[in-house]
C-alpha cells in the first residue's frame, strides 16, 4: 500500500513537472523564430544565429572581418 502511495506521488509530480515545462515550451513558440534562425557567412560559409550576423549588401557575415572581406 505505501508503494502505491509512492507511485501516486511520482505521477503527480510528473503531472506539475510536464505542465510547468510544457507552458515554459510554449512561451518559447512564442518567441520570434528571428532568434533561433542560422545564416551562413557569405565569406567563410560558417553557420550563426542571425541575431548575432553582420547583414551587410543582402549577405550575412559572421564578423567584421568576413564583412570586410571582398568577393
Ligand atoms: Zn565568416
Known sequence: M???KIILFV???Y???ALFF???RNTRDKNPSEE???VECAACKTFIGISEAI????KYFCSQ???KVKQ
Open 15 to 17: 503531472l506539475i513537472y
Open 11 to 13: 505521477i503527480l509530480i
Open 65 to 67: 572581418k568576413c564583412a
Open 36 to 38: 533561433e534562425l542560422m
Open 22 to 24: 510544457g507552458r515554459k
Open 55 to 58: 547583414k551587410k549588401d543582402g
Open 2 to 4: 505505501v508503494a502505491y
